[in-house]
């Protein structure tokens, strides 16, 4: 073939404005051998063209493309009443256990005090064994407010 002619379908090509004709024929021209130097650049790239149309894909193409392609089932799980308020159970379990140890924590630390502590109307706390027999005595505020009074007083007056 005349190389200008092949200069000018390759100009073409790599315009993509050829034919498949016209690409075939660059394919023969490549494939030959009597290419000139100054072309033989491209000819690794319509022999590798050639090559891969040789190329097939293969008796198991069709089965390996359905096994990547085909997924598997997945069922839906069924949720139960129960658990769905396994989270709440547990979240009220832990309440339960926190609360019950502050009582226990609080009966433990105070275990030695035996006075009993109650709060007045006005706020001040009054801690006096006396509220704590009020079963079968009857003690009033007043006498209870005295209390607590006289033992705030003994408390100043060893301090000082």
């Known amino acids: 073939m005349d190389c200008k002619y092949i200069e000018q379908l390759l100009e073409r090509y790599w315009q993509c404005e050829t034919s498949l004709e016209e690409e075939a024929q660059l394919r023969a021209f ?15 790239l319509f022999v590798y063209q050639q090559l891969q149309q040789e190329v097939g894909l293969g008796a198991d193409f069709d089965a390996r493309v359905l096994a990547e392609v085909e997924t598997p089932v997945v069922k839906a799980k ?7 308020f396994v989270p709440l159970f547990k979240a009220a379990a832990v309440v339960a256990v ?10 433990s630390f105070y275990s030695d005090i035996k006075e009993v502590a109650a709060a007045d109307t006005i706020g001040k706390q009054i801690t006096t064994p006396s509220v704590a027999l ?10 209870q407010i005295l209390d ?3 033992r705030i007083e003994k408390k100043v007056e060893l301090k000082k």
């Open 98 to 107: 926190v609360l019950s140890l502050g009582n226990v924590m609080q009966h």
């Open 148 to 150: 607590s009074l006289q």
């Open 78 to 84: 069924r949720l139960t009443l129960t658990a769905r």
């Open 30 to 44: 490549f494939n030959g051998s009597d290419v000139p130097e100054h072309l033989l650049r491209y000819k690794d």
């Open 134 to 143: 009020s079963g079968d005595v009857t003690i009033t505020h007043e006498q």
